[in-house]
């Protein structure tokens, strides 16, 4: 969505509503994007998709023995 830079204060409510619902709105000056207005990711939610990404990856490695472990243990005390 593209709006011009004259806001009054019900227009803002109204922005910041749809911006909540996801979308994202470009504020524009003599014909120039000047801004973007876009819902703040929660800390909680990008350490959520973290994890999971984390998890994902893990998924894909091959599973470790308690030997390969101690042998690892072994070298590192090299």
């Known amino acids: 969505m593209t709006i011009t830079v004259s806001i009054d ?3 803002l409510r109204e922005l910041l ?3 909540e619902a996801g979308e994202e709105i470009v504020i524009v000056r003599d014909g120039m994007p000047v801004a973007k207005m876009a819902a703040v990711v929660a800390d909680d939610e990008k ?4 994890i999971e990404a984390v998890r994902a990856f893990r998924k894909t490695m091959p599973a470790i023995t ?4 101690a042998e690892w243990k ?5």
């Open 74 to 78: 072994t070298i590192g005390r090299r």
């Open 17 to 19: 509503a749809m911006v």
């Open 47 to 50: 350490r959520r998709q973290a």
């Open 9 to 11: 204060e019900t227009s």
């Open 66 to 69: 308690q030997e390969e472990i």
